[in-house]
């Protein structure tokens, strides 16, 4: 059971930091074309389940072409944890939604919030992301906190790397590497090699 009180107005874990106002890009060429995603972290909130949660627009484009918009919502909760609780996915093929799948809301029909971010992750840890039966069960381990990351971006040393995967689909797998004091700066899709790095920090 969620308390609301256990949470905090902002969201500063090191390895997930979410200032508003900051947009991070990354790129990176799929099977399909070249990937850009666009991950901002907006003035906006959103109350769900009691908890203010804060707003982050994701979207991505293929060749040009916008073919995903995410809000996502995060939390922190007083220890330092990021929770995850809920998003509003769109799929779009010639500018039209045509999916909607993923899309959840912790309080709603069943659903509940996860964790995306430990405060003090440790090798080994395993955790769930989200859950929504059948919809939505991404869960992530910690594989290391010592890896060195180098992207357009920069580079970076003592980066945590996950394993993340969804109950649903165990053959979707990837690897993550957060950067303390930036967040995500690597993903690494095991199944077709694809990679997708931080290749700039845009701040309003």
């Known amino acids: 059971m969620i308390d609301p009180a256990n949470f905090v107005a902002t969201v500063d874990n090191p390895y997930n930091p979410l200032p508003p106002g900051t947009t991070y890009v990354y790129?990176?060429?799929?099977?399909?074309?070249?990937?850009?995603?666009?991950?901002?972290?907006?003035?906006?909130?959103?109350?769900?389940?009691?908890?203010?949660?804060?707003?982050v627009l994701d979207t991505v484009e293929l060749n040009g072409e916008l073919t995903e918009r995410t809000l996502d919502w995060f939390a922190q909760d007083k220890d330092g944890n990021v929770w995850y609780f809920g998003e509003n996915s769109e799929e779009l093929s010639g500018g039209l939604v045509v999916d909607l799948g993923g899309s959840f809301a912790a309080g709603v029909d069943g659903a509940q919030p996860g964790i995306i971010m430990q405060a003090h992750p440790a090798v080994g840890d395993f955790y769930r992301q989200e859950f929504d039966l059948g919809n939505a069960e991404d869960?992530?381990?910690?594989?290391?906190l010592s890896e060195s990351v180098t992207v357009p971006a920069g580079?970076?040393?003592?980066?945590?790397?996950?394993?993340?995967t969804e109950a649903i689909d165990p053959t979707?797998?990837?690897?993550k590497f957060y950067a303390a004091g930036i967040g995500n700066v690597l993903t690494h899709d095991l199944v077709t090699g694809e990679m997708l790095p931080l290749v700039m920090i845009k701040t309003q």
């Open 27 to 55: 790129e990176g060429n799929t099977a399909a074309g070249l990937e850009h995603n666009e991950v901002a972290v907006t003035h906006n909130t959103k109350v769900i389940d009691g908890v203010t949660c804060v707003e």
């Open 139 to 144: 869960v992530a381990e910690v594989l290391s």
């Open 155 to 164: 580079s970076f040393d003592h980066c945590l790397e996950t394993k993340e």
């Open 172 to 175: 979707a797998l990837e690897n």
